[in-house]
């Protein structure tokens, strides 16, 4: 069939996410969403605001980002909303990145990097992580053009501490370090205070994990004024209205009654911590995430293997066909109960295992 597809694109790979499965009898452990709903004040707000659906929505996100400020405590000037995440970090690559200034990454990491790099013409460079999989961040030395990982990585859960990241700045003043916070809530220390001192330190963050909203695609970057009025530009190039009403109300309640989801990262955390020590007595290797997501390796059956068996039982899990991921899976944290059956699931496979060698 004929395309009219630029030439350009017509390599651009495939980002392919985790099976999309709504059905009841499913446990969904593998697009690190919240097993809570959203709070009753955010649900309120979306079902108030739902009634002015006529009229456009704020570009500049005015009350929205006067919310985030006061939650954050930084300046209204300091923050950009983004159409999720996913928005921001492809506005970051599209402003501070092209084909003559390349990106650095870890080799391993969020794989939706790949794709924005690959649409921009913007070459990569990649750094080796640890055998352990932790990042060493003397090994960023040579790193060129901007800096970009997750903090904490995905999917390894592992994180630096905020004077690593510290350093990284100090050694790098010239290029744009960016630091992806979509887990940070899950136990790591933020970057955010360093935008202070660091002008070229550039911090993006999400609503959809701890805060619940993953469908409603609410993101925002943290930074400098002059880094954050940069992204601006060029967000108002391309999608000047892209945080919806209905976001920018939910994320203001977000941020106005941030108790409720703070209560639910600590349950998030404390089934993290059962079911990364019910895993270890299984004999699998698991990495002490600080995300809401574990990543292990299997004993004695393969980690596809492990990943069809517990799809056969209704449990959804992350698998990455990598080089260095291939013996891994990812597994988000869901509700206690929920736990308890995935590690049941697995003791059961297990036991099979011995009986049919
Ligand atoms: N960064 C990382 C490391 C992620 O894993 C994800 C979620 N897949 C995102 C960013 C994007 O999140 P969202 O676009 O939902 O805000």
Not at 6 to 27: D, F, K, Q, W
Not at 70 to 89: E, K, M, R
Not at 91 to 108: E, K
Not at 326 to 344: Q, V
Request: proline share 6%.
């Amino acid at each position: 069939m004929k395309t009219f597809l630029m030439p350009v694109h017509r390599a651009l790979p495939a980002y392919v996410p985790g099976t999309h499965e709504e059905s009841g009898n499913v446990i969904r452990l593998n697009t690190n969403e919240s097993p809570y709903p959203p709070s009753p004040e955010v649900l309120g707000a979306i079902a108030s605001e739902s009634s002015k659906l006529n009229f456009y929505n704020d570009p500049d996100c005015t009350v929205l980002i006067e919310a985030l400020s006061a939650h954050l405590g930084v300046g209204t000037a300091n923050i950009l909303a983004g159409n999720g995440s996913d928005q921001i970090l492809q506005l970051a690559f599209l402003a501070f990145a092209d084909g003559d200034n390349p990106v650095t990454l870890p080799d391993v990491t969020y794989s939706y990097y790949d794709l924005f790099a690959a649409l921009y013409g913007i070459p990569l460079r990649r750094i080796k992580l640890e055998p352990d999989f932790s990042m060493n961040p003397a090994a960023w030395q040579s790193a060129e053009g901007m800096l970009v990982f997750p903090n904490p990585n995905a999917p390894t859960g592992l994180a630096l501490q905020r004077s690593e990241i510290e350093g990284m700045l100090q050694a790098h003043p010239d290029q744009v370090v960016l630091v992806d916070e979509a887990y940070v809530d899950f136990g790591a220390e933020t970057a955010v205070p360093l935008i202070r001192q660091y002008p070229n330190l550039l911090v993006v963050r999400t609503f959809s994990k701890s805060g619940s909203l993953a469908g409603i695609r609410l993101g925002y970057a943290v930074g400098s004024e002059s880094l954050i009025a940069d992204l601006a530009k060029v967000r108002n190039a391309v999608d000047l209205y892209g945080v919806n009403r209905l976001a920018q109300a939910a994320g203001t309640a977000a941020c106005r009654h941030w108790t409720y989801y703070e209560e639910n990262c600590r349950r998030i955390v404390d089934a993290r911590r059962e079911t990364t020590e019910g895993l270890r007595a299984l004999g699998f290797t698991v990495t002490d995430s600080l995300g809401n997501f574990v990543f292990v390796r299997p004993a004695r059956i393969s980690a596809s293997d492990l990943q069809k068996r517990l799809m056969d039982r209704g449990i959804l899990v992350r698998h990455f066909k990598t080089e260095r991921t291939n013996d891994w899976l990812r597994i988000t944290i869901g509700t206690m109960d929920e736990m308890k059956k995935l590690l049941d699931a697995c003791r059961e496979i297990l036991n099979g295992q011995e009986e049919c060698p």
